[in-house]
Structures are given as C-alpha cells and as structure tokens.
C-alpha cells in the first residue's frame, strides 16, 4: 500500500523554467492537498480538491496551477519558477476534510536559482 | 495572520522526563485540533487530536490538553525517547470546520539521551 506518491523528490530549476510536481494516491480519497514549507515556517495550503474536477485555492496560490482530472492523481504546475517558489512541497490527501487526519507524501524538495 | 500559533521554535529534553509542546489559537470558531509529527526528509504523520467539546486526550505516551478559555493546547509526552525527536505542528480546521487544515510553524523537540 504506497499511500501518497511523489516526484520528484529534489529538482534545480533556472528561473522561469516549467514543471510539474506529480502526486499520486492509492487510498481512494475525495480530498488532496499541496502545501508548501518553507524554513522556519509552518505548512501554507497552495491548492486542495475535493474531488475529480474540482479545485480551489489555499493561502498561497500565486504562480501555481493544478488540475484534477481523476481521483487518484493531483499534480501541480509551476509556469515561470521564481526564486521565492524555492521550498519543500507536500502533498496530501484524506478522505473528508475538516477533522480527518491527512495522508502525506514524502516531499519534493525544490531550488530555484 | 496567524490563527495557529507555536511560539516556541526548538525544545530540549532529556530522555525519560516531560516534554511539553504549546500552541495557542486565534479563532474562537475552532473546534478540533491535530498534531502531526515530522522527520527530516519524511511528510508530516497524524499523531493525535482533540476535540472542543474535550479537555484532554491521551494515547500511550501522549496526551493532548485543550484549555477553550485561554484558547490553548498542549501536547505532553511522557517519557520521552530519542524517537521523538522531531518537529511537531499543530493544526486546525479552517474557519467553517469543513475546511482544509492550518499549520502552525512548528516546534523541534530534541530529546537527549
């Protein structure tokens, strides 16, 4: 049972490079999430789904995209990669969201430069 | 602005005694609360978590107090091993309670041996 996969776990990006960092659940959860962490600092929500086709925004969502066109997957986009977009990324999922405890991936670890 | 707040960064504890990691709250509105624990390179995992209508709740050698009037929560741990040691968030529901979690920044608990 792999839980929430993601890739990659390290990438250097140039500024203004793309990606997309991929995220991957096996739980058959409604909800999923990104956050990001930055040194010091707590987790601050990007983006989050609560189901196929349905995404809203967190406390950060400038210069990030997602989609969620199946319930297993969740990727997100970084169009034009800035230094400040340099930080830990996790991704996450639960079956409801509120008091349910989430399902974390390992991370994906993202410089810019 | 903040509505989870951990004031303390870093704690250090020998191994065998208490450790005790605080966190305070903005939004009278909350009405669960979760800890997770996280290793370097790993995702943040469920620990445990407490309900308002609740003043306390344990498992094993954790126990979680929630004091409504003062607006704040404590995580104990006793004994604490080596094991623990690691950065610990607490978190809520957003506003709504149906709503994604909000991180607070986290405490480091270094155990000593």
């Known amino acids: 049972n792999a839980g929430v996969t993601q890739t990659p776990k390290f990438r250097i990006l140039k500024i203004g490079q793309s990606m997309t960092l991929q995220c991957t659940q096996d739980?058959?959860?409604?909800?999923m999430y990104w956050y990001r962490q930055d040194p010091g600092m707590g987790l601050k929500l990007i983006y989050y789904?609560?189901?196929?086709?349905?995404?809203d925004k967190g406390e950060v969502p400038n210069g990030y995209n997602v989609s969620r066109s199946t319930t297993e997957d969740f990727p997100l986009r970084l169009e034009l990669a800035a230094p400040s977009q340099t930080s830990v990324y996790f991704c996450?999922?639960?079956?409801?969201?509120?008091?349910?405890?989430?399902?974390f991936g390992s991370g994906t670890r993202l410089t810019v430069v | 602005d903040q509505q989870v707040k951990q004031n303390s960064p870093s704690l250090s504890v020998q191994e065998g005694r208490i450790s005790i990691l605080n966190c305070d709250y903005t939004?009278?509105?909350?009405?669960?609360f979760l800890w997770y624990k996280k290793y370097p390179a790993e995702g943040p995992t469920f620990l445990i978590s407490?309900?308002?209508?609740?003043d306390k709740n344990e498992d094993g050698r954790f126990t979680v107090f929630l004091n409504k009037s003062a607006k704040h929560l404590s995580l104990h741990i006793v004994p604490s091993q080596p094991g623990d040691s690691a950065v610990y968030f607490c978190a809520a529901p957003g506003e709504g309670g149906n709503t994604p979690l909000v991180f607070g920044k986290g405490t480091r608990l270094s155990v000593i041996a």
């Open positions: 739980m058959n959860h409604n909800y």
């Open positions: 939004n009278s509105m909350f009405d669960y």
């Open positions: 789904s609560v189901g196929a086709g349905i995404t």
């Open positions: 996450a999922s639960s079956y409801l969201t509120g008091t349910y405890g989430y399902t």
């Open positions: 407490i309900s308002s209508i609740k």
